[in-house]
């Protein structure tokens, strides 16, 4: 397989995932139960922060021993944009989280279902970052990272996208959209994710420097994703600890995935 189509797939791989997780919607007779989505909503927070950790700030660290100087400053520096730049999008930006009532951002006449979407925008922004940066690193010759590392990354965000868009979607039809349109949305509301990587990876090729940074950038947006959003809806009400069993596995799975695959 050519670089090119390489590359084309794992930027693809975690939007393919929200695809199938939306369109099995088709094929539920019920919502799934609160423990469940608990459950699910627990174990995309395990992945992403397996995938911060492993994927993105140790390589981001790695990677500033070679360069010299301090090798923590750009994980540091980074992470903390990554989470003030999420921080910023949440305050700009008119959206609605799962099980919520009121809205965040700026008042605004948009609908509930499109404040949901933008919810779910916002959410898989920083996994295409991330896919992106790390794509680039493997193309820069790092040592850090591998097309096997993007690869494993992707798919570990994919696997975690199935269940996230079968979750947006349901909701959706609880609004009142047709079951055709709720399946439509889920599916669009993964589009952000390989725009995102390929930007990213286009900026990290033209500035082979701030890779570290961007590396660390990537993990601090989504670490904020997973405080902000996935850990308190996992939380709220019963079955919470069904949740934790849900972090616990998906930070497992993930972090097997990275240090065995790449």
Known sequence: MSISWRIAL???VPFIGTSVGAISV???????????Q????????????????WSLLIPSIEMSLQLGGF???????????????????????????????????PQSNLRRVTMLILAVTLHNIPEGMAVGVVLASALQGSTQTS???????SLGIALQNIPEGAIISLPLRTEGLSLSRSVT???LSGVVEPIAAFITLLLSSVVVS????LLAFAAGAMIYVVVEELIPESQTGPHSNVSTIGVAIG????????VALG
């Open 251 to 258: 930070f497992v799975i993930m972090m097997i995935l990275d």
């Open 26 to 36: 088709l094929l539920m007779k019920n919502e799934p139960k609160p423990y469940m």
């Open 10 to 12: 794992t930027i693809l």
């Open 38 to 53: 608990k459950f699910l909503l627990g174990f995309a927070a395990g992945v992403m922060i397996a995938a911060s950790v």
């Open 71 to 105: 090798a923590w400053l750009p994980a540091a520096v980074g992470f903390l944009f990554g989470v003030s730049f999420l921080l910023f999008l949440d305050n700009v930006i008119p959206h609605l989280h799962l099980y919520e009532e009121s809205p965040e951002g």
């Open 147 to 153: 097309f096997a590392a993007a690869y494993v990354l």
């Open 185 to 187: 949305y889920g599916v």
């Open 210 to 213: 701030i890779l570290p940074y």
